[in-house]
């Protein structure tokens, strides 16, 4: 929150008398004052916790809003451990807040306040930085009158400042976007609030599967919450960039898990590579229509599928992109991952890091039962290593997975050839997100992504781990090699040793770090942004 200081020098002292005509009819709650405050500085993630407010428990009615707010330390609740949601929050309550939230810089000047002796000590800097601010006054007498309750004027005249001088960093604007086939995209563009001109618009390209523009994830039993798409839209738009997202066709919103909507198999149907590709077209074209992006470059971010879709998107239908960045990298055509996913290698390399012997071709009875991350009973529900040993050659190797795997690539395959998508959705839900059979096909009538990649000219950029179990880093490795040898020049390799599909993002959620992904961030900071 420190990038409002600069803002706030300027704003300081010209601040006046805002119009309160949309204000609370009523004083606020602390619950209501919470809510509201999350959805104006767009606070959503919590990462679970055992401190939880005494008062408040998971069932209670808008307990993720509470703990999001404790979680990113501007309310932290009374001296008992309580939060009393239903209680009227307090002018000096809503002072600390605000000044904690958005780490108010010291103003030039402390405002002096005539009943300044009678508030509390503790809370006295930041009642004056609110004040000094504008985002809270004092009455006509000079008084703060911090014991009074918030009014719904005093909030009114709060988040019309923070809106519109952009002070919480970013907005967010629901698009429709009609494509080549006259389908409607829905998607949501983030852009840095009261920018007006940008220069650089990130599209995200998603991964395989149902997709909504806020992949929103929640476990009620581990007590997290937060919307991955958030974390990307959070970065980009603190940089000064813009960030759109997208539903996957056929794909809408939903409010219980997982979060969409039902989905519509007609138009799911058509959620293809080739489709899609076209769709980053139309919404590249449509979006620069924005007098705010018009003269952006565009950054195609591609994760997983993506990586596939991204490339196509320019190489076969033209779409106007300066750069793509790609993360997970897919190189191999979808039969052949299908093979590989389905066929025990992926299950094998998935065991291998459970038991800590990445890079071994097989797993003694005693490494699994020496069990290093306790994850027999956790994970594997108490299996014992001869459920595993399949062969019953004393050991576990991928063809252990490929003899539990067979039935259900084949029958895949035999679906896909049939147009069977009762038998994929009845029996692969368990293993693959559901998909329909226009999309495997699709997908098998392309070539090797690195055939789709040397037909580009932008910069490129790879981002992989070497605990890929989705797509192997080799396949990485690979399109390295064929641009060295044709002589290409445009394409960045990053490899991150330890690193999984998802480039670590937990951790970075977590507040462990993700160097792979703050290197995303830093790389589309300081891309050269062309004369346009």
Known sequence: ?????????????????????????????????IKTLNETFHIYTVLGTDEVFCDIDSE?????????????????????????????????????ALDNLMELPKPMVDPVLMDQQKLPAWALGSIQRVVAYGLLSADENGNFNGSEPLSGADWDNAIHIINAHGLQGRDDEIKTIKSFDGFEVTGRLSVPA??????????????????????????????????????????????????????????????????????????????TPQNIAQDIKCMIEQLKKDSRLSKADVILLGSSEGTVIAPLAVAEYGADVDALLLMGYSNDNMRDVLEYQLGGGMSFFNYTLLFNVVGA?????????????????????????EDHDLNGDGLITVEDFTIMMTPYKD?????IANDDHQWIAENMSTIMPPLMTDWFKAHFELPKTEDIMT???????????TYDANCPVQGTYD????????????????????????????????????????????TVKHLQISDK
Not at 84 to 96: G, S
Not at 411 to 415: I, R, S, T, V
Not at 492 to 519: C, K, P, W
Request: aromatic letters at 14%; proline letters at 2%; glycine letters at 8%.
């Open 1 to 33: 929150m420190k990038k409002f200081t600069a803002l706030f020098v300027i704003l300081l002292l010209v601040v006046g008398s805002i119009s309160t005509a949309q204000a609370f009819e009523s004083n606020m709650t602390r619950g209501n004052f």
């Open 60 to 96: 209670t009615e808008d307990y993720y809003e509470l703990m999001a707010a404790k979680g990113h330390g501007y309310i932290t609740g009374y001296p008992d451990g309580s939060i009393r949601l239903n209680n009227i929050m307090t002018r000096i309550e809503a002072a600390i």
């Open 194 to 271: 009261g920018k007006e001109k940008i220069d650089r618009l990130v599209i995200f390209v998603h991964g395989t599967g149902p997709n909504t523009y806020e992949m929103r994830r929640q476990n009620d039993v581990s007590g997290f919450r937060f919307k991955y798409l958030d974390v990307y839209a959070d970065q980009f738009t603190s940089d000064g960039a813009a960030f759109f997202t997208y539903n996957t066709r056929g794909i809408s919103l939903g409010d219980t898990e997982p979060y969409y909507a039902d989905i519509d198999a007609n138009d799911y149907k058509e959620y």
């Open 361 to 385: 071709e097989e797993i003694t009875k005693e490494q699994y039962e020496k069990d290093p991350n306790v994850i027999i009973n956790s994970v594997l529900g108490g299996s014992t290593f």
């Open 411 to 415: 029958g895949l395959f035999e679906a």
């Open 455 to 465: 037909e580009v000219d932008i910069p490129i950029y790879i981002f992989q781990g």
């Open 479 to 522: 399109v390295q090699k064929r641009f060295q040898e044709e002589k290409k020049d445009h394409l960045t390799v990053r490899i991150y040793e330890g690193y999984d599909h998802d480039l670590n993002f937990m951790h970075l959620l977590y507040g462990f770090g993700s160097q792979a992904i703050e290197d995303i961030f830093s």
